[in-house]
């Protein structure tokens, strides 16, 4: 399927746990993003960027911030 993609999926025994989505600025979420959000209910989502100030949670469930609070919360 064309399209359906995310930048990077962080897996545990061949099963997702992490969607990320890499923007420059924040926008709208990805389509891809949200697809396969959808397709992995159990799977945490976010979209990601390098500047801009939106911080907030889809109705999906899909968190959308800067990278730095992503990469903060990994460690």
Do not use: N
Not at 30 to 39: A, E, F, P, V
């Amino acid at each position: 399927m064309t399209g359906w993609e995310v930048d990077f999926v962080v897996t545990e025994g061949r099963v997702p746990m992490l969607l990320v989505e890499c923007k420059w600025s924040d926008g709208p979420v990805d389509k891809g993003l949200r697809y396969l959000s959808q397709r992995f209910p159990d799977c945490e989502a976010h979209q990601v960027y390098a500047s801009g100030r939106k911080d907030y949670e889809t109705a999906e469930g899909i968190r959308v911030g800067h990278a730095l609070e992503l990469l903060r919360g990994l460690i």
